[in-house]
């Protein structure tokens, strides 16, 4: 297709800068191209920043200390006040708190005779349920309903308790250990 001047209507050549007769610019065709492409650019980079954020935002963590035991849960866990308890009776401590996010809901109880050196493995089997091993120890865990689940397992003089609402939030809870 031949192309002309958009000032005078001169039938330009072929790749001409400028019009041979009247010296008007004649528009590049690929400006549009680059500028189509430059603006695909700006859109991925946008939709990776965003990705890049929220991939960032889902992985942080936060750290929470259940009496002296420390363990890690995803930073959209927000504490339930009214879930944190903490007893002593008779020299055992008991300390449970809770934390939810849209998703599940998490309770941690670590019960301890401070200093007694209690066999915790033995505590937690007393308890009873099915064997397994999560989070890098031997535990009991026992199913509530359709969805609860808790795993007891045995530490140093502690015994924990980690309830959760949903089987998946175990995957969210890392043991960091006694302080
Ligand atoms: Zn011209």
Redesign the pocket.
């Known amino acids: 297709m031949d192309e ?7 039938k ?1 050549k072929e790749n001409a800068q ?7 610019e004649v528009p590049r065709k690929n400006k549009f191209f680059l500028n189509k492409y430059s603006l695909l650019i700006v859109v991925v980079i946008i939709v990776l920043a965003i990705l890049a954020s929220a991939f960032i935002l889902s992985n942080q963590t936060q750290v929470v200390k259940v009496d002296n035991v420390r363990f890690e849960i995803p930073s959209d866990y927000v504490n339930e006040p009214s879930r944190t308890e903490v007893s002593t009776d008779e020299g055992v401590k008991s300390s449970a708190m809770g934390w939810s996010n849209d998703k599940y809901y998490i309770e941690i109880g670590v019960t301890r005779v401070p200093g007694a050196g209690i066999n915790s493995e033995e505590v937690a089997a007393s308890i009873g349920g099915t064997p397994t091993k999560m989070f890098g120890y031997s535990g009991y865990y026992q199913k509530y309903d359709e969805n609860s689940y808790s795993f007891v397992f045995g530490m140093k003089d502690e015994v924990c308790m980690v309830y959760v609402s949903n089987y998946d939030a175990f995957g969210d809870i890392k043991v960091l250990g006694v302080e």
């Open positions: 002309h001047c958009r000032k005078c209507g001169e330009l400028f019009c041979q007769n009247c010296g008007e």
